[in-house]
């Protein structure tokens, strides 16, 4: 179970609408959807993995403490909430560094495993992966093995391996896909997860955890779960993927956690490097 900890301003869709600089006049979401999250998880006794926005750890420090008291492992998802394949090796590893430095400090938690806003460690930036590695980074969660049209690699590896690189090797967990007709679609997550149905998810992680024997890793963000959340501009695209469904998400969480057991990343990785 993943989390990726920002609020609705932040989605890329809106990084034309919203500038960073208005962040903070901004109507803030986050603390309560993400503790609606943690209310949900406790209910179901899940413990998950939450990928936290440095610029929300910053900005609510106790939400940061509340994740790690509720015995859930914290990683990062970057400062700033920028595509990776639109920095430079330079900004992308001020970005990290600063994330990994502010969560470590007010969690008192080492931070493993980073996850990239909107999957962007691709073909053109996969020298990501050798700045987590000098960063201290231990695992990354940014690759998708699927086709999109701002995101993925179609012929990554589709279950949670070691990548060597020049300076040592660390941990790739991509997003959960199927094989169906010679193409992996995606069955494990966020607009995924609220546009098609559900049996969709449900059949699909079954067939992962019985069919391949791998584990299905879920990815959701705190502000899927809140439909009354203020509506923004964007392309009709853009307007499709972010709020289609977000009355039906909560619902739909319940069916996965009680049709599913779930842990956080750190515990799979044990498994799998086992």
């Not at 149905?197 to 449900?202: G, I, N, V």
């Not at 993927?241 to 998400?249: A, C, G, K, S």
């Amino acid at each position: 179970m993943t989390v990726d900890v920002e609020d609705y301003f932040h989605v890329s869709v809106f990084d034309k609408t919203v500038r960073r600089t208005d962040w903070g006049a901004m109507e803030s979401r986050v603390v309560a959807n993400t503790e609606r999250l943690l209310e949900l998880f406790d209910e179901y006794a899940v413990r998950g993995t939450f990928f936290v926005l440095g610029w929300v750890a910053e900005q609510h420090p106790s939400l940061v403490r509340s994740i790690t008291a509720r015995g859930h492992e914290l990683a990062s998802h970057g400062y700033a909430h920028r595509l990776v394949y639109e920095q430079t090796p330079e900004s992308f590893r001020e970005d990290v560094r600063r994330s990994k430095a502010l969560i470590e400090d007010l969690s008192g938690k080492r931070v493993n495993g980073y996850r990239a806003p909107s999957f962007s460690v691709t073909e053109q930036s996969l020298w990501a992966l050798d700045v987590l590695l000098e960063e201290g980074y231990r695992y990354d969660a940014s690759i998708f093995p699927i086709r999109h049209d701002r995101y993925g690699i179609p012929d990554a590896p589709r279950w949670p391996h070691r990548v060597p690189r020049a300076s040592g090797s660390l941990f790739e967990v991509p997003g959960s896909t199927v094989r169906v007709g010679g193409h992996n679609l995606p069955v494990a997550g966020g607009g995924y997860f609220r546009i098609l149905p559900y049996a969709w998810t449900r059949w699909g992680m079954r067939r992962v955890n019985t069919i391949d024997e791998q584990p299905a890793v879920f990815y959701l963000h705190p502000w899927e779960i809140d439909p009354d959340q203020p509506r923004l501009p964007a392309g009709l695209l853009g307007q499709f993927r972010h709020y289609r469904n977000l009355h039906q998400t909560e619902a739909r969480l319940r069916s996965l956690m009680r049709d599913f057991s779930f842990g956080p990343l750190e515990t799979v990785l044990a498994d799998c490097a086992a």
